[in-house]
């Protein structure tokens, strides 16, 4: 049982105030500090409870443990039994006559002591910023143990002696499964006999159908209980009664234990062998039994005394009618069908007579349900398996296995896996075990659609079973599966792609970067380069685009536009207006490089710092990319003056199909041609399954006795499902800004600074690439055309970008306007938590897979890589999607795109300027 519990992030800009009370008091401390002087109780004797489950304890009778091998006498079966308040009888195994069918069919009942538990769902935990997919998703069931989120009620009554108040002491309290309750409530020496009931689970006023009786009732306590109509949406109900408890030293709370019961009957379903029948079953209904009843209480430590009354509301109860169930009479042999803990699929039932009841059972060929008409009682804390079955006489035998949760393709062991095995005498009620054996394996590829005998081979991933025989017994024995892992590193396979392909250049013979083929002509420049092989690179020595088509580009940073908020000129690393392309000739050639060096890089050797260097003509910088040190990542380089830089320059390590696009129509109808990947992208992590169906093993179980010449078998099924592990990141930019900043915490060569304080301008974001500055800018970062070279507007808008020589972005491609996003939600607008409103296929998948336009089949990814604080702090990788346009709000706050698991904001307006997002650019 777990509750789900969200916990949203704001990410707009909060202010924190600090308030630090310090309170210090010296003094004597004497008894008289702990005494009950305000009847509010004794301090450090506080109420609380040791919890436990009945079936689960040390005095657990034998009828719900293994029995021995030996035969018992009906007494001695009796005597084990007889703790639980029932009789041999009361343990019925009948055949039930089927109404339909061939006439050769009936309904196998069989009762055990206990609500039978079932192996749980193992769950894995992963790193932060690491998901592990699959495609199961569990649902709670049978209550065995409490768990974190498993609150429950209790009621306390206390006396100056054994003979109690009838008014409660406290009435309905939150109580913590550890048996602490939420708020604490204090032993009392003038008061200190006490007996305290609980209910599980919690009642509220929230569930009308689970009612406390009123805090005036003065006898013992009930619950008016309602059974839901669908068994996915049924509850379980324990209940427990402490006994009479004294508090009989004063400051140390008394012992007191919570033993709870099952207050109902566990109802299960499961398919026989040898049915003559190839049906699938599509729907179970249970018709005509009480829906609602008032369970009194026990007044005891052990249980007994607790009671139904006030039966009332015949109703029918349903599985399945809704394509949740569909269960193979021929495949599903002998398997709990209907009582998994991932399923939810056991009916919980109000004990009762069963005159009148009956069990309906559906199939998905149309062919007429069959019925059964039930008989005898359903007794509180006990299992009920109703089987379908070939009619047999003398003893009925009875094997029940359950599956191991699927696990996924990390996994190296499967939960458990359960064998029942015993035979039922319908005359003296006798339940004695029966030896059975794994006789057989058989392995699915295709999801279990088809299956391969192996005879008694296990499948190579198959390392063991823990327990492949057994003694046999009403209860459960288990084993665990031990499996191989099914891991995939794609990443290693994404890098040597990078360094198996054929290497750029030569010593002396630089790959020019700047032209398409690497030719010395300088075509297209940029302050971003893609590189996707080793090799000897070079990049012209030019600011940002200033060189587009092989000619100067002016515009990049020059606009005839007017007004205060535009940048005329933009300016270089000294603050002094850009007159030429060539950082070698602006300013009469005052910025001419002497040095070149590594800024930072987030993979060891990535660029080989001796190969660093200028030309001999100083138009050039030049460097190495060994073969064996390329993979996914990122680097930037600059070229320095004096030591101060003069420019620098972001290197994309990706393979050479990141830059290919994918068209998308905004709300507008205007196209945007997206990059494939984010800017800078990289994967940190990137396992997978080798393949997209699950592994599945299926063992043969075998009862080692015959029953009239056939042996009973079942099937365990361990499934290991595909999936795959991504750490990814991207390189984050700060608005206006050119330079790329790491999207993880740790850079391997040179450095970063990630709060370079309120120092932005500018000539300081130039001349120091490595620093990440506040949020308090100055020097015409407020301007409103620093990535849109003849922007005047702020908003959100289609005008065209005009690339900047500031623009993060490779050649052929700049910034994207702000309205750009808009296509990402049916409105065109924010959509906080409607998911109908979001234009995307599929579910949250770090990141949304959203539609290309209204009504398009193919999608555009945009993972979730977060975002950097404008003090440097990464905030919300896998969580959130932050995307920077080329406009922004106002002097101080951006246009972007934000989004996490439950909304798409394509035009929020909250970012600050000194914040590092992601950028995915656009084709110019």
């Known amino acids: ?135 199961i998703a569990p649902r709670a069931n049978v209550v065995e143990t409490f768990s974190a989120a498993d609150h429950f009620s209790s009621i306390g009554y206390r006396g100056t002696t054994s003979t109690l108040s009838t008014t409660p002491w406290f009435y309905n309290k939150d109580t913590n499964p550890d048996g602490t309750l939420v708020n604490e409530i204090l032993w009392s020496w003038e008061q200190p006999y006490g007996k305290f009931y609980a209910v599980y689970p919690l009642v509220t006023s929230s569930y009308n159908k689970f009612q406390l009786s009123p805090e005036s009732y003065t006898s013992t306590p009930y619950v008016d209980f309602e059974v839901e109509p669908k068994v996915v949406n049924q509850k379980d109900l324990m ?91 021929s495949q599903a042999v002998n398997q709990i069908i209907m009582g998994n803990n991932g399923d939810n699929f056991t009916f919980y039932m109000i004990p009762q ?257 001796s190969s660093l260097s200028l030309s001999a003509d100083k138009k050039f910088v030049q460097f190495h990319v060994p073969q064996d040190k390329i993979k996914n990542g990122n680097a930037v380089i600059a070229v320095t003056k004096g030591g101060v830089v003069v420019w620098s320059w972001h290197l994309w390590f990706a393979q050479n199909d990141a830059l290919n696009t994918i068209p998308v129509v905004n709300k507008a109808g205007v196209t945007y041609n997206f990059t494939k990947l984010p800017l800078g992208f990289a994967y940190m992590r990137w396992d997978a399954s080798p393949s997209d169906q699950p592994r599945m093993a299926r063992v043969k179980v075998e009862q080692t006795v015959a029953n009239d010449g056939e042996k009973q078998f079942a099937y365990i099924d361990i499934t290991q499902t595909p999936g795959e592990t991504k750490q990814m990141s991207s390189t984050f930019y700060q608005f206006g800004r050119k330079d790329a900043f790491p999207g993880k915490k740790a850079i391997i060569d040179g450095t970063f600074e990630s709060n370079g304080g309120q120092n932005m301008s500018i000539q300081n974001g130039i001349q120091h690439p490595e620093t990440f500055y506040d949020y308090v800018w100055y020097d015409n970062f407020w301007k409103v055309n620093l990535w849109s070279m003849d922007n005047t507007e702020t908003g959100f808008h289609d005008n065209v970008v005009v690339k900047t020589v500031y623009d993060p972005c490779p050649a052929g491609f700049k910034m994207p306007a702000s309205n750009a996003f808009s296509g990402f939600t049916t409105t065109g607008n924010n959509v906080i938590s409607d998911k109908d409103e979001l234009n995307v296929v599929g579910n949250y998948d770090q990141g949304w897979h959203f539609k290309t336009g209204d009504g398009s089949t193919t999608t555009i990814y945009f993972p979730a890589l977060g975002w950097r604080h404008h003090d440097g702090y990464l905030n919300g ?48």
């Open 353 to 609: 007579s069963l005159a009148g009841v009956s069990v309906k059972i559906y199939f998905s060929d149309g062919s007429t349900p069959i019925n059964v008409n039930l008989s005898g009682t359903w007794k509180p804390g006990t299992t009920k398996t109703y089987a379908l079955s070939q009619k047999k006489s003398t003893w009925i035998y009875w094997l029940t296995v359950t599956n191991p949760p699927v696990v996924d393709y990390t996994a190296t062991e499967a939960a458990s896996y359960t064998v029942q095995s015993y035979r039922a005498d319908p005359d003296t009620y006798i339940q004695q075990p029966v030896k059975w054996k794994v006789v057989g394996y058989e392995e699915s590829t295709d999801g279990g659609n088809t299956w391969t005998s192996l005879g008694t081979t296990k499948p190579a991933w198959l390392i063991q079973l823990s327990k492949e025989e057994g003694d046999g017994g009403t209860s459960a024995e288990s084993g665990v599966a031990t499996i191989t892992t099914a891991i995939d590193n794609r990443l290693n396979k994404y890098n040597k792609v990078l360094q198996s392909a054929t290497p750029k250049g030569a010593a002396g013979n630089y790959y020019n970067l700047s032209n398409a083929t690497g030719a010395a002509t300088v075509e297209n420049t940029a302050n971003s380069y893609l590189i996707s092989a080793p090799g000897y690179y070079s990049i012209p020595l030019v600011y940002g685009n200033a060189i587009t088509g092989g000619a100067t580009n002016e515009h990049s940073y020059k606009t005839t536009m007017s007004g205060s908020d535009v940048l005329k000129n933009f300016t270089d690393h000294a603050g002094k207006n850009i007159t030429d392309p060539w950082i070698t000739q602006s300013n009469g050639g005052a910025n001419v490089p002497d040095g070149a060096k590594i800024v930072w890089t987030d993979q060891s050797g990535i660029v080989e710092a």
């Open 1 to 135: 049982m777990n509750i789900k519990q969200y916990h949203k992030h704001s990410v707009h800009q909060a202010a924190f105030a600090f308030l630090c009370i310090m309170g210090m008091t010296l003094g004597a401390c004497s008894d008289n500090d702990l005494d009950d002087t305000t009847n509010q109780g004794d301090r450090g004797a506080a109420v609380s409870y040791i919890v436990s489950n009945a079936q689960n304890g040390t005095h657990r009778p034998a009828a719900s443990r293994a029995l021995p091998g030996s035969p018992l006498s009906r007494a001695a079966f009796a005597e084990q039994i007889a703790p639980l308040n029932l009789t041999p009888e009361e343990l019925t195994s009948q055949k039930l006559d089927v109404q339909g069918g061939d006439g050769n069919t009936c309904l196998i009942e069989t009762t055990t002591a206990g609500i039978e538990s079932m192996p749980r769902k193992a769950e894995t935990n992963t790193e932060a910023g690491t998901t592990h997919r699959s495609r």
């Open 877 to 924: 990788s896998v969580n959130y999607g932050c995307y920077h346009s080329a406009i922004s709000r106002d002097s101080e706050k951006t246009n972007s795109l934000f989004f996490d698991n439950w909304g798409v904001y394509t035009k929020y307006e909250h970012f600050r300027k000194g914040n590092g997002l992601s950028v995915r650019p656009v084709s110019e």
């Open 239 to 329: 209940t427990a009664c402490s006994g009479e408890v004294k508090y009989a030293t004063r400051y140390v709370a008394p012992t007191t234990n919570l033993d709870f019961h099952h207050a109902l009957t566990a109802v299960r379903f499961k398919v026989g062998q040898n049915l003559s029948w190839n049906k699938t079953i599509t729907k179970v209904e249970i018709v005509n039994a009480q829906s609602k009843g008032r369970y009194t209480l026990s007044s005891q430590a052990d249980g007994t005394g607790a009671a139904w009354s006030n039966l009332s509301t015949p109703a029918t109860f349903t599985l399945g009618g809704d394509g949740t169930l569909n269960v193979s009479t």
